[in-house]
């Protein structure tokens, strides 16, 4: 998944999916987030996957400052 360089994008479409600004959207969410700025996820096995990783307290959230930081290594 290309996503280093894509912060302002991914940025945008966050927010469109948190429009509460909790800080995090929902794995479905997520992945729809992804799909707006061109970035295919493949099956449920990929999105468990990145949630493995990005969703330390295993909520079905993804936290939009650990998935930048991620994106900025």
Do not use: W
Request: glycine letters at 10%; proline letters at 3%; charged letters at 30%.
């Amino acid at each position: 998944m290309q996503l280093k360089g894509r912060g302002p994008e991914i940025r945008r479409q966050f927010k469109k999916s948190d429009p509460l600004g909790q800080g995090h959207i929902s794995l479905r969410d997520f992945r729809n987030c992804l799909e707006l700025i061109g970035v295919k996820v493949g099956g449920d096995d990929s999105l468990s996957e990145i949630a493995s990783v990005l969703d330390h307290t295993l909520k079905g959230k993804i936290n939009y400052d650990e998935f930048t930081s991620l994106c900025a290594q």
